[in-house]
């Protein structure tokens, strides 16, 4: 039987349809026109999308500009309603700020005043404003000869006293009132006082060890003594034995002392170191002058126009009020300087169109900067067309000059003196004899010429340790530099200290000189700034407290009628500030106490070089605290951090009316933004998220910031306002004026 094949099996062939082709074919076919309609239906959907989202955005632009338009009418209304109301604003703004020439003429009696009691009273003292007086005073103060220590401290607290005046009629008169001669005259007493003070202690240092042989120590055999007022310590040892033994020496109870080496310990010389509470050696502070009329003329033009709108008439007072503004003139104290004189007031109904107002609004932004030449109002002037940065450079080119415009000695000065001792008194059969030397109190000169064959690896002369004591009544609150005077420079000096010790919990500071000087301590001027933060709050009627708050302390300072003091301020227990806590006094005195304490919160006209600030135009900032002064009695200002976003041209903060409670709560503030022209409530608050010039709902502007929050006051807080004393709202402004908190928070 034949064997079967292996054939393979025949595959199936695909169905096929009636018209012809596949079953696959087919599908093919019909899923690739599915998917041809599919696009076309996507394509057709994304189309209507399109649509949709176009006539939706037509419609979403259609309603934003509809709102547009309605906020801009709203605007446009509002702006009417300011321009038709402004004239009125400024008029009634006007004539409250009258209180400032009245608070100067008041000042201007009360000096003319005080001399007139002066001279009837007969003291016996001369008056420091009258040179023939001051004249005679120092002539007969230098003819007498051999007066004691004692005499001297007695007669020290005058010539402090007349300093202390003089100094005052620099800072507190006002420029004009003040002639080139005058301030000549009154910084040449201020000089010839100084120098003759330290003459006069010299000379009772000198008439003290004559006799010290008769106050020796008993141990020691050596004179040690301490003669402490008010005003100055004296520390002086006298080497009578000249026993090497006695190297190191500490005067009494204190950490004060020194230590000398073996050359001086057998030599016969007297150590004195000299405290006294005062700085003599650093500069007078620049007084400014006066500028000249025609520049004031421009500047009356200037701040006119940019008080009233391009079609409205300048009023006169308009002209005298930026004659007051220009006279706002502060040295190392801000002082607020207005002109007495009035002009009648003839406000002309203002009829400037919205376009003119933005006309207005242009050319004003195009306007030069003031400048300090321009418009003086003291540390707010602004930079002169030289950086001063630049002239800082140029006048402190050596690192180891200190630089008296950002540091300032603290504490007093600390005089280091090496004395040849004197012959002593020797009693000779009831008789006092003494060997009379010319030339005075005489420096005993160490190290002295060293001569050339001495050994280069051993120094015969080293350094003379030191060791003072910082008084409680001064507050550093880093550890401060120590200088000494440069005597041929006429500057204080970092370099020539060997060693340097610093003990700040006991308040010792030890150091290391090869030869004495006069010796400070330095602290920064700016250590308080910029502020964290700063509040104005009222008390009761004329009377309010304003609180900073700095990176090491916090500071209340209150205000009533035209005095203040130092209410509070957080520090350990540590300090004896009984000279200046709970003290009133004039708003100039209380600043120049503060700063020789420690507590520096008042900007120069140069601490914007060494503190970063939000730079504000002085026009706006200047009319703010004028402002926020004239409602003071009823109303708490404080800081707010959208004042850094402003812009300078603008400034922010937060109000509200405060009438019955200490404090205002934090949802209680509002914000408010001031341009110098216009002022407005804003929407937003301290916790939003960006900032925002939109207007509050419901609300306006005014030309005013008075006026704008004026809106949102109660009866009684009108009362108050009304009620308010012309003195109060002056110092309240000048305060604000000194410690600049728009600019330096």
């Given at each position: 039987m034949a064997p079967k094949s292996n054939k393979a099996p025949k595959s199936k062939k695909a169905p096929k349809s009636k018209k012809g082709g596949t079953v696959s074919e087919k599908k093919k076919k019909l899923s690739k026109i599915e998917r041809l309609k599919q696009q076309q239906e996507e394509e057709e959907k994304r189309m209507q999308e399109e649509e949709e989202a176009r006539l939706k955005a037509e419609q979403e632009a259609a309603e934003r500009f509809e709102r547009q338009q309605i906020e801009k009418r709203k605007w446009e209304a509002l702006v009417e309603k300011d321009l038709q109301r402004r004239t009125d604003e400024l008029e009634e703004l006007y004539l409250l700020e009258k209180c400032f020439p009245e608070a100067e003429k008041w000042r201007k009696e009360v000096r003319v005043l005080s001399k007139w009691d002066h001279y009837i009273e007969c003291y016996g003292t001369p008056d420091p404003s009258v040179a023939p007086e001051m004249n005679t005073f120092i002539s007969l103060w230098k003819e007498k000869r051999n007066e004691d220590i004692n005499a001297v401290m007695k007669e020290s607290k005058l010539v402090l006293?007349?300093?202390?005046?003089?100094?005052?009629?620099?800072?507190?008169?006002?420029?004009?009132?003040?002639?080139?001669?005058?301030?000549?005259?009154?910084q040449g007493s201020i000089l010839e006082l100084r120098e003759l003070l330290h003459f006069k202690f010299n000379e009772a240092t000198e008439t003290?060890?004559?006799?010290?042989?008769?106050?020796?120590?008993?141990?020691?055999?050596?004179?040690e003594t301490i003669i402490k007022d008010e005003n100055i310590t004296l520390y002086i040892w006298a080497n009578l034995k000249k026993n090497p033994k006695y190297k190191k020496i500490k005067f009494g109870d204190t950490q004060v002392g020194f230590e000398i080496p073996k050359a001086l310990a057998t030599s016969d010389i007297a150590f004195r170191i000299f405290h006294t509470n005062y700085d003599h050696f650093s500069p007078l502070p620049v007084i400014q002058r006066p500028e000249k009329p025609t520049t004031i003329e421009t500047i009356i033009e200037d701040s006119a126009e940019k008080e009233t709108p391009k079609e409205e008439a300048v009023p006169e007072a308009g002209a005298e009020e930026a004659t007051e503004n220009r006279e706002l003139v502060t040295s190392s104290v801000t002082t607020t300087e207005i002109r007495t004189e009035e002009a009648s007031v003839n406000f002309t109904k203002s009829t400037t169109s919205l376009k003119e107002e933005a006309e207005a609004k242009k050319e004003e932004t195009e306007t030069k900067p003031l400048k300090p030449e321009s418009i003086s109002v003291g540390p707010m002037a602004t930079l002169p067309e030289k950086s001063i940065p630049d002239a800082i450079t140029e006048a402190v080119i050596d690192e180891d000059v200190v630089d008296l415009r950002g540091f300032t000695p603290l504490g007093?000065?600390?005089?280091?003196?090496?004395?040849?001792?004197?012959?002593?008194?020797?009693?000779?059969k009831g008789w006092t004899i003494v060997e009379l030397i010319s030339g005075g109190l005489q420096a005993f000169m160490y190290p002295p010429d060293i001569a050339d064959d001495v050994s280069e690896t051993e120094n015969p002369y080293p350094p003379i340790e030191v060791m003072i004591e910082i008084n409680k009544n001064v507050v550093f609150f880093e550890k401060p530099m120590v200088a000494r005077w440069d005597s041929e420079g006429k500057g204080w000096r970092t370099d020539g200290f060997v060693s340097l010790y610093y003990n700040m919990k006991e308040r010792i500071v030890s150091f290391s000189v090869e030869s004495v000087y006069p010796i400070t301590l330095i602290q920064d001027n700016h250590i308080h700034m910029p502020y964290e933060s700063w509040e104005l709050r009222p008390l009761c009627l004329n009377e309010a407290v304003l609180n900073i708050t700095t990176t090491f302390t916090d500071i209340d300072i209150q205000i009533k009628d035209n005095q203040c003091m130092l209410a509070a301020v957080e520090l350990g227990d540590d300090y004896e500030l009984s000279h200046l806590l709970g003290k009133w006094m004039t708003i100039t005195s209380l600043i120049i106490a503060m700063k020789q304490t420690g507590f520096n919160?008042?900007?120069?006209e140069y601490s914007h070089v060494y503190v970063a600030v939000n730079n504000k135009d002085p026009l706006v900032e200047m009319k703010a605290y004028r402002q926020m002064a004239l409602l003071a009695s009823a109303f708490s200002f404080s800081w707010s951090k959208w004042n850094k976003q402003s812009g300078p041209e603008k400034?922010?903060?937060?109000a509200s009316e405060l009438l019955q409670k200490e404090y205002v709560e934090d949802n209680e503030w509002s914000l408010y933004m001031f341009n110098g022209e216009r002022a407005q409530k804003l929407k937003i608050n301290e916790l939003s998220e960006a900032f925002s010039e939109e207007l509050e709902d419901d609300t306006?502007?005014?030309?005013?910031?008075?006026?704008?929050?004026?809106?949102?006051?109660?009866?009684?807080?009108?009362?108050?306002?009304?009620?308010?004393?012309?003195?109060?709202?002056?110092?309240?402004?000048?305060?604000?004026l000194s410690t600049r908190v728009l600019t330096y928070s």
């Open positions: 006293n007349l300093i202390e005046k003089l100094e005052l009629i620099l800072l507190d008169t006002p420029p004009h009132e003040l002639t080139d001669e005058q301030v000549a005259q009154y003290l060890l004559k006799e010290a042989s008769s106050l020796g120590d008993t141990d020691s055999g050596n004179m007093g000065i600390y005089h280091l003196n090496i004395l040849q001792l004197p012959p002593q008194c020797k009693q000779v919160i008042f900007p120069s400034v922010v903060f937060k306006e502007f005014h030309s005013t910031l008075y006026h704008m929050i004026k809106d949102f006051t109660s009866e009684d807080a009108l009362q108050k306002i009304r009620h308010s004393n012309y003195l109060f709202i002056d110092a309240v402004c000048k305060l604000l």
